[in-house]
């Protein structure tokens, strides 16, 4: 059972940087998509950032430049690192899993979620 845990919100002033991780356990993460969700007091769930088996990655308009996904192998751990916040930011980010899926993942519904952990950008 894929089981994800989300850590490191909070709240910043605008430009400044934060780092959210994701713990993944329950199945081998490394080898299928992973991704960033977000999603602000109602609007819809916006995916933020996508990595794919291969390395790949993918970013909505609206953070490239600013943030960035990758992983690290040896601990089953997903980053975003953000970087010039803005309060247009300000959500609850979920780390999200697609154990069906290794590429592209942009184009995929992704099948397993954390319970998010909330991001609160002040101007």
């Known amino acids: 059972q894929v089981q994800l845990e989300e850590f490191g919100g909070g709240s910043v002033q605008a430009g400044g940087s934060l780092e959210l991780s994701c713990a993944a356990s329950?199945?081998?993460?490394?080898?299928?998509?992973m991704a960033w969700f977000r999603q602000a007091p109602g609007k819809e769930r916006e995916g933020v950032a996508f990595?794919?088996?291969?390395?790949?990655?993918t970013y909505a308009d609206s953070v490239k430049g600013r943030f960035t996904i990758s992983k690290d192998d040896a601990f089953n751990t997903l980053t975003l690192r953000m970087h010039s916040l803005e309060p247009e930011d300000t959500a609850m980010y979920y780390c999200a899993a697609n154990t069906d899926r290794k590429l592209r993942c942009q184009r995929y519904e992704h099948t397993s979620w954390g319970r998010g952990t909330q991001v609160s950008i002040s101007s």
């Open positions: 990595l794919d088996a291969d390395g790949q990655t």
């Open positions: 329950g199945y081998a993460y490394r080898n299928y998509c």
